[in-house]
């Protein structure tokens, strides 16, 4: 392994031969290519199995960039070595999917799935009445008038407390029985419907792990991403690992940003406490930014009382060539239009791209509206990242509109505070829509008035096929994918209509009847009071690539960087914010953690400008107003005022010696592409792109979840059988009794269900070819290096159901729950492209087979020819088929058959009559 490419503290770093290592790394002096040439280091020469690695990132994007330069850097250094193919089994990804994944493998979470943000708010928001909390609000705060949405927030925060800092239950039972009572209904809410939040997964797996720690006996090397944003539970996790395995964390306290959702930097500093043999580390060298830049982020770290005990950052691009700049205006309609105007001449002038633009904001719900309503007169293309985000763009605001006109006394409060109401609603929605997506039919009127008497009558079956009904009536089949601005609304489309299914998810619980007028009504609520601040615009893969101008929040904006970077809105009390000491409402005591750690602060402000500061590669502007857009005078900045005299103005769009330092290109990811992903494309181009990238929801089924329910009770009896001991009838009693599970099921469809589950799962089990008792592996994860005929690479991922072992040799099998979901033929391939995978990491896998569990005998089991021809066909198909996915290529295939079942046939212009 040649490490000459390292800076001389990167080398240090790297082959450190410490067993607890601490890394302070300021931004952009490459801590990411120092992970990567750790693990390498590790891999390489210290003979490290990739079983026995474990690295934390923050984020699953920044686990994948992690993941493809571990895969680049060992092709490159060993294309022949079998270690290659074994880089699967090395854990690169966030704390929590580490949690869940020790969960479900260990402690019996197999079959529970997990809520983000939104759907933890929605479910909360539905079970508003169990929970008591009006109550709990009352008891807490007797004298204040907080609104349900508000409370449901104060809630969730105080259940996070308890979670994030490992508060002891029967602590909080004395100290504080009311929120108790109310915290225990929840937990049971959630484990009865089988549902894990963020938080959640990680206190329970530390928990757990602390009862058995066998389940990390195989860990020898933790790696840790952002360490100065863990919280308490993360921190112990951590500890805990680090008992027996080497730790290696790295992190910038000066970024720490995420202090409002109960990071705690002073883990940062507490790691030699909790490890005294560690070394102390830095990197101090930026790669990213011009020498101006670099020197004003150091002259602020220097001058701030919150940042100045951390070495200076230097520059491998030092240059005479002045990048920084300031500007002031009068309000923010006049800096917008210089923003737009630099852009457009930049892009007109320079050869630039949109892409290249970054617009940070505090807050983009409080001061991006007059830069997005100039980019659309101007028809600029730009993607919006933050709070509210979503709402702004005309055809999600004009959805809201008609879903909140087709509830009972429906409304939408406006950003003034008034009210939009009855044929307001719809008028309004009409109009924005024809102007800026499609035009409407005379009719279209009609068609939602008759949309909207058939809700009233019951006569939908979920809140995605009124949306597709709508959709219809709106022209959607008139957007072109390959359009830019209509592949950008197509996919806030699919957000909105993830919106929806979050919203409907918990009503939908345990087969509960659904009164549409009734649930629309409560959408109105959610859209209005929750929704409209909280969803962002969609943040796909396929966006990024888009020429668009980027507007998004500093807290976003974190890790990335952009050649040209605008720092607006430099206001006192909108930057830093106003709400500056502001004590969260807590629902729960005090005294039982450190409240003073999650509130908003002059210090964690001034961490979050460095952060914007140090964002630019080559240019970097930052303005301020001198009133607001209603003529109220403004005050600059208060963060700006040691480093304002170092800052140099400009009058003119952009600076005359303009010019772009050569940059080393950036580092291109390999892609993930999951074997299962691949199918779905050979089903239809467009209905994976609306299905796997956009995410159109499919709409519910009391019947949803139970492919994954038949196939965890297959799993847990082959366990039971294997390693219990049991016999295979009363394996799959015990697994179907225990753990079979439909989310939408009322109890008497799930009883019947059940029935016929375990009849599926016995006749398999009694079945010659089950061969249960010759399993040797189980959910077997798969992951190929894969070269593409057009030179590039991708990594195939899969998991394989199991492996048998018996006389005959090894053979590889899926379960199916029928022929319906997946062609026969697909089956085969997916079973194909596994064989051809486990043939590559050296094991000798001889026969392959698909059983139907609820297909009749003889049509329950298939054989898979795997023969080398055979593997060669589907591996060359496979590399076609990845190329098109890579090259963006959705365009339909109703030739394939797959209209009929199809889920988005109705908004689709590409769709077949049958």
Known sequence: MNIDSLTPEQKEIVTSTSKYIRVIAGPGTGKTETLTQRILYLLFNHGAIPSSIVAFTFTEKAAQSLKSRIYSRTQEIAPNSPLLQNLCNLFIGTIHSFCLKILKNYFNYGNYSTLDENQEFAFVSSFYSDLKLSELAKKKYPNSNFKPFEIIGNFIRSANVIYDNLIDLNTLKLTDPDFYEVFTIYEHLLDSHKLLTFSRMVYLATLKIQENPSSISGIEYLLVDEYQDINPSQEKLIELIGKTASVFIVGDPRQTIYQWRGSDESCFFRFPQKFPSAESYSLTINHRSTGSIIQIANRFSNTSQYLNTYPPISTTKESSIQSVFKLTFNDPEEEASWIVNTIKNYVQNYNGNYRDCAVLYRSVYLSATPLINILREHHIPYIVAGKVSLFQRPEIEALAYIFTWLAPNGFFLLKNNKYLKNEKLIESALKIWETYITPLSPLTDKYLTKIKNDVNKNLFRDLAHLLYEILNVLNYKQLDPTSPDHHIIIANIGRFASLLSDFEFPQRLGGKPINFPQMLENLCYFLNFYASSAYEESQLESLSTLDAVNILTIHQAKGLEWPIVFIPSLQENLFPSSRIGENPNWLVNQSLFNSSRYLTTYKSESQLFYVALTRAKDFLFISYCHYDSSGRIQKRSSLLDNIITYLNPIETFLPSNFTFISHTPPQNDIPVIAITDLIDYLKCPYFFLLRKIFNYPSGFSYMLGYGDSLHYCLHLSTRLINESGYEPEKAVTEAIEKEFYLPFASNIQKMKIAEGAKKALLNFVSHPESKIDKIINTEFPLELLLFLDNNSKTILSGIADVILSDETGTEIRDYKT?????????????????????????????????????????????????????????????????????????????????????????????AKSY
């Open 818 to 910: 029928s022929s319906k979901v997946t062609p026969a033929h697909l089956a085969a391939l997916q079973l194909q492209v596994y064989a051809y995978i486990l043939q590559a990491q050296g094991n000798q896998i001889s026969k392959a087979s698909i059983i139907y569990l609820e297909e009749p005998e003889p049509n329950n089991f298939k054989q898979v020819n795997i023969e080398p021809n055979e593997l060669n066909n589907a591996i060359n198909l496979i590399k076609k088929t990845s190329e098109k996915i890579l090259n963006k290529d959705y365009l339909a295939q109703p030739e394939n058959g797959h209209c009929p079942n199809c889920d988005y046939k109705i908004i689709c212009k590409f």
